[in-house]
């Protein structure tokens, strides 16, 4: 695991960031009041501790930051990683889109030590789930679980481009965050038929271990999602969509107005999901890792657990 030693922002381009202890991250943006943040591939930059530490040794008196970096991690060799790695530090969850970038000799550090790391030692990743990051937090490369998903969304307006899908982007971040390989996220209208149909092709043949669904799981005539994952299972499991309403109780009790339904289709689970992006994360916080051990299960990857 690594540590947070510094968080930094800048309010310009092209000079050196200030440490300032803690800042928010936004989903799909990077810092909040950081001028690299924005809906683009280097959203956040990271850099090793180690790595500044040997440029100290050299004589240069460099601050935090200096480099452009905005999480100064500690513990690991960050240009060694590969793309795709996935970072999570408390309920931040970041993905690792670039190593390295040219050298832009006009930098602040460039013109006063003739040289600058950020190019060769430093990353740079996208937020998949927003948060608080501040120094001392734990930062862990989340191990890949071996596991596929994919996230479907039913929602009529989603599918004709007159709203942006939220909820299956955030229920991909939370499933990234887990250690599963997202395959695809998709949005369909809320159409019994056609959701019905993508369930199976998910499962059948492309050959997902788990398809969690998104909207369509309540009281309205269009909200067809149970109906639809109801036709495509092979066996139920009910006990995941009675945990996932009991949380939600907690929180709100419009929960029991839900009608989700969780199921198998075969060796794979299907699980629906509420439509909004908060609950979604709650959700799936709640119930992802107790799902570890009936994914096991499910796919033959472990055996029976039992006491005498």
Same mark, same amino acid.
């Given at each position: 695991?690594?540590?947070?030693r510094?968080?930094?922002?800048?309010?310009?381009?092209?000079?050196? *960031?200030?440490?300032?202890?803690?800042?928010?991250?936004?989903?799909?943006?990077?810092?909040?009041?950081?001028?690299?943040?924005? &809906?683009?591939?280097?959203?956040?930059?990271? %850099?090793?501790?180690?790595?500044? =530490? &040997?440029?100290?040794?050299?004589?240069? *008196?460099?601050?935090?930051?200096?480099?452009?970096?905005?999480?100064?991690?500690?513990?690991?060799?960050?240009?060694?990683?590969?793309?795709?790695?996935?970072?999570?530090?408390?309920?931040?969850?970041?993905?690792?889109?670039?190593?390295?970038?040219?050298?832009?000799?006009?930098?602040?550090?460039? &013109? +006063?030590?003739?040289?600058?790391? +950020?190019?060769?030692?430093?990353?740079?990743a996208?937020?998949?789930?927003?948060?608080?990051?501040?120094?001392?937090?734990?930062?862990?490369?989340?191990?890949?679980?071996?596991?596929?998903?994919?996230?479907?969304?039913?929602?009529?307006?989603?599918?004709?481009? =007159?709203?942006?899908?939220?909820?299956?982007p955030?229920?991909?971040?939370?499933?990234?965050?887990?250690?599963?390989?997202?395959?695809?996220?998709?949005?369909l209208?809320?159409?019994?038929?056609?959701?019905?149909?993508?369930?199976?092709?998910?499962?059948?043949?492309?050959?997902?271990d788990?398809?969690?669904?998104?909207?369509?799981?309540?009281?309205?005539?269009?909200?067809?999602?149970?109906?639809?994952?109801?036709?495509?299972?092979?066996?139920?499991?009910?006990?995941?969509?009675?945990?996932?309403?009991?949380?939600? %109780?907690?929180?709100?009790?419009?929960?029991?107005?839900?009608?989700?339904?969780?199921?198998m289709?075969?060796?794979?689970?299907?699980?629906?999901l509420?439509?909004?992006?908060?609950?979604?994360?709650?959700?799936?916080?709640?119930?992802?890792?107790?799902?570890?051990?009936? +994914?096991?299960?499910?796919?033959?990857?472990?055996?029976?657990?039992?006491?005498?």
């Amino acid at each position: 695991m690594g540590i947070v030693r510094a968080v930094c922002i800048s309010e310009q381009k092209g000079t050196a *960031k200030k440490n300032v202890g803690s800042a928010r991250l936004i989903e799909n943006w990077g810092l909040e009041n950081d001028a690299h943040a924005g &809906k683009w591939h280097r959203q956040v930059s990271l %850099l090793s501790f180690e790595e500044v =530490e &040997k440029f100290r040794a050299r004589g240069a *008196k460099v601050e935090d930051g200096a480099f452009g970096e905005n999480l100064l991690v500690e513990g690991y060799d960050l240009k060694t990683l590969p793309v795709g790695t996935v970072f999570r530090c408390g309920e931040v969850v970041l993905e690792l889109t670039q190593i390295g970038k040219k050298c832009h000799s006009e930098c602040e550090i460039y &013109k +006063m030590v003739g040289d600058c790391i +950020m190019p060769r030692e430093g990353v740079f990743a996208v937020v998949l789930r927003g948060g608080t990051v501040q120094t001392g937090d734990t930062l862990e490369v989340v191990a890949p679980n071996g596991y596929t998903a994919a996230v479907l969304t039913a929602s009529d307006k989603g599918s004709r481009g =007159e709203r942006e899908d939220i909820s299956g982007p955030a229920a991909a971040a939370c499933l990234k965050g887990f250690g599963y390989a997202v395959k695809s996220v998709g949005v369909l209208a809320d159409d019994e038929d056609a959701i019905y149909k993508e369930l199976v092709r998910l499962v059948d043949e492309e050959k997902v271990d788990a398809v969690f669904t998104t909207g369509g799981t309540g009281l309205s005539a269009r909200d067809h999602t149970p109906e639809a994952t109801l036709r495509a299972a092979t066996r139920q499991v009910p006990g995941i969509a009675e945990a996932i309403r009991w949380n939600s %109780l907690q929180i709100t009790p419009r929960a029991m107005l839900s009608r989700a339904v969780s199921v198998m289709r075969n060796r794979s689970l299907i699980i629906n999901l509420p439509g909004s992006p908060k609950a979604v994360r709650e959700c799936l916080d709640y119930v992802l890792p107790a799902l570890s051990h009936g +994914m096991g299960i499910l796919t033959g990857r472990e055996g029976e657990c039992g006491s005498r």
